[in-house]
């Protein structure tokens, strides 16, 4: 895996990118991760705290973490062990139903052109192109994403799906016709 780190703020000292890639390193333990894959890392400071956040798109699934803390090295392993949290929840999600591996590309994410009052501004816009696959698919990556929902082409009707969290518990589907 190779690293890129960059500093916002801050100019990044070979000891901060040696403790950087020495714990991303550590992760390959957990799964093969391809020499091609990038992991991107922005360590950006502000006034009394530093923040980290760190992005491995690997072809599998996006690991995404992010972190603020006072301490930058805090903030490092903070980060790691949320990687690691979010590579256990899957290995135990895909083993429970016997899944040989996730799909094979990313679906970004889109956000919603809802309506809005004048003094609303769209700030960001995005498209995509949904992938097909399983419902508990779809709910693996909104989970590993950490989102709140996904846009997915389902496998049975070959139509767009929307899948979200409830505030309640649990999951919601959005189908079309």
Do not use: C, W
């Amino acid at each position: 895996m190779k690293v890129q780190i960059y500093g916002k703020n801050i100019t990044v000292t070979p000891a901060i990118a040696e403790k950087i890639e020495k714990k991303l390193n550590h992760l390959e333990k957990y799964f093969i991760i391809d020499e091609n894959v990038i992991a991107n890392v922005v360590v950006r400071v502000y006034p009394n705290k530093q923040k980290i956040e760190v992005t491995i798109p690997t072809k599998f699934a996006v690991l995404r973490a992010e972190v603020v803390h006072d301490d930058l090295y805090a903030a490092i392993d903070l980060a790691i062990d949320k990687l690691e949290d979010q590579i256990r929840r899957q290995k135990t999600r895909l083993t429970r139903k016997n899944k040989e591996k996730l799909a094979y590309a990313f679906l970004e994410t889109e956000e919603l052109d809802e309506e809005y009052d004048e003094a609303d501004e769209v700030v960001k816009t995005k498209s995509i192109v949904p992938d097909t696959m399983e419902l508990d698919e779809a709910i693996m990556r909104m989970e590993m994403l950490n989102h709140n929902f996904f846009i997915y082409r389902d496998d049975e009707t070959k139509e767009i799906a929307v899948v979200y969290k409830r505030h309640d518990g649990g999951y919601g589907l959005i189908e079309t016709e």
